[in-house]
């Protein structure tokens, strides 16, 4: 039986960061991305609070996901975090994206804006969650 356990403060910090992130990322390149999505303002403001609460929802899962991924590595590092969230960006984020926007006849443009939010703030999400991890006392 592994004495492991989820790192609560990590996770919670991870989702922190892609959240903030994906706010700065959005209004970064609110205008290419919503030209890109072909809808107004208007029509995405319906959603209201509920599009920012399963953001951060989708944060807490991914920076979770992040931190079981770390369990199975000797120590759970920065380095390690990081690298975590590149690989799972690049092979699991934006493979999956550009196979369902290519069936759902996405531009390219909104295809690279989001797979760049995807890879950027993975890679921040597992270096946060891999930094708080490393610096938790190993359970005995």
């Given at each position: ?26 209004i ?44 199975h ?59 708080i ?8």
């Amino acid at each position: 039986m592994s004495n492991r356990r989820p790192n609560y403060v990590g996770i919670v910090a991870g989702a922190i960061v892609l959240f903030v992130f994906g706010a700065i990322w959005f209004i970064a390149l609110s205008g290419p991305w919503l030209a890109a999505t072909g809808k107004t303002k208007a029509e995405l403001d319906v959603y209201g609070v509920w599009a920012y609460v399963i953001a951060f929802c989708a944060g807490l899962l991914v920076s979770y996901c992040f931190d079981n991924m770390l369990w199975h590595y000797e120590s759970g590092t920065a380095g390690k975090g990081l690298q975590v969230g590149i690989l799972t960006g690049v092979c699991i984020y934006t493979a999956m994206l550009f196979n369902l926007g290519t069936f759902e006849g996405r531009s390219i443009a909104l295809l690279l804006i989001d797979a760049g939010y995807g890879l950027i703030g993975f890679a921040l999400t597992g270096l946060v969650v891999g930094a708080i991890r490393g610096r938790m006392k190993p359970v005995s």
